[in-house]
């Protein structure tokens, strides 16, 4: 028997699409028909927020926000979230309602979803959006840079302090990105692990020097392995104005840099144990 800890996340979905039972996982949002763009993303209580480090209407933000983060990242103009939330019965009806008022503001009606009763809170949300062009992650090109939409390790930093940082959302970017963007994803598993995306299904060699990458106040070079700070890596043949952190190679995997040597930063994976 092969546990889920043993193959992690993205063992489990190359299983899974190997066999043919899932297609089109390769990028951040689904793009279907008529340039229609989906996305769905879930936050577990316990497992990505915890009560005592946020409230609920920054839950429904950042709940939001993740999720806006793949259309950004697909160029997509956003349309409609769908959100379930799943709740004790004892949950408190102002919480729902402060839960709401937060994916309000992140400016993308809800027009629909389910609620259900649950041991924990666990809140999913579908984002729609249309774009006219989705890079996704496999067009990179020996010759390209790598570039970033801001400052990177905030997240990880917060965590370090016991709380959380409200998400970016980089739609304006994103759409600007994408126009001629050769690869295009979010940040939310950690700066190594996402290059790792662009190289595995582009067939290159991403090379990213840490010491080009813009730090967030008070964050170290090991909290850009944490992930979550939902800003934009793309591969384009110009900056346009946007941090260069690395570039494109012929070859395979990632190289990290710091002080032109070998550096080595985890992400995170779901599953994985430890």
């Given at each position: 028997m092969t546990r889920?800890?043993?193959?992690?996340?993205?063992?489990?979905?190359?299983?899974?699409?190997?066999?043919?039972?899932?297609?089109?996982?390769?990028?951040?949002?689904?793009?279907l028909a008529d340039g229609l763009v989906a996305t769905q993303d879930a936050l577990v209580e316990n497992v990505h927020f915890r009560f005592d480090w946020l409230g609920w209407r920054?839950?429904?933000?950042?709940?939001?926000?993740?999720?806006?983060?793949d259309l950004a990242a697909s160029g997509a103009?956003?349309?409609?979230?769908?959100?379930?939330?799943?709740?004790?019965?004892?949950?408190?009806?102002?919480?729902?309602?402060?839960?709401?008022?937060?994916?309000?503001?992140?400016?993308?009606?809800?027009?629909?979803?389910?609620t259900t009763s649950a041991g924990c809170v666990v809140v999913s949300v579908t984002a729609l959006g249309r774009s006219e062009r989705v890079p996704g992650r496999a067009g990179a090109r020996a010759g390209d840079v790598l570039v970033v939409t801001g400052a990177l390790g905030a997240a990880?930093?917060?965590?370090?302090?016991?709380?959380?940082?409200?998400?970016?959302?980089?739609?304006?970017?994103?759409?600007?990105?994408?126009?001629?963007?050769?690869?295009?994803?979010?940040?939310?598993?950690g700066l190594a692990v996402d290059a790792a995306h662009i190289a595995r299904r582009s067939g290159v060699r991403c090379v990213i020097d840490l010491d080009a990458v813009?730090?967030?106040?008070?964050?170290?070079?090991?909290?850009?392995?944490?992930?979550?700070?939902?800003?934009?890596?793309?591969?384009?043949?110009?900056?346009?104005g946007y941090a260069v952190v690395g570039r494109v190679e012929a070859g395979e995997g990632v190289?990290?840099?710091r002080d032109g040597e070998p550096y080595e930063l985890r992400g995170w994976e779901h599953f994985r144990a430890g």
């Open positions: 889920l800890s043993e193959i992690g996340e993205l063992g489990l979905l190359a299983e899974l699409e190997s066999r043919g039972l899932i297609a089109g996982v390769e990028h951040d949002a689904a793009a920054e839950l429904g933000f950042r709940a939001a926000a993740v999720n806006l983060s103009e956003p349309e409609a979230l769908l959100v379930t939330l799943a709740a004790p019965g004892t949950t408190d009806v102002g919480d729902v309602v402060a839960f709401y008022e937060g994916l309000a503001e992140a400016g993308v009606r809800v027009a629909g979803g389910d990880g930093a917060a965590f370090r302090a016991g709380r959380y940082v409200r998400p970016p959302v980089r739609l304006v970017e994103g759409r600007a990105l994408a126009r001629t963007a050769h690869a295009l994803m979010d940040i939310s598993d813009p730090v967030a106040p008070g964050a170290t070079v090991e909290d850009l392995g944490f992930g979550e700070d939902f800003e934009l890596l793309a591969a384009v043949e110009s900056p346009a190289v990290l840099l």
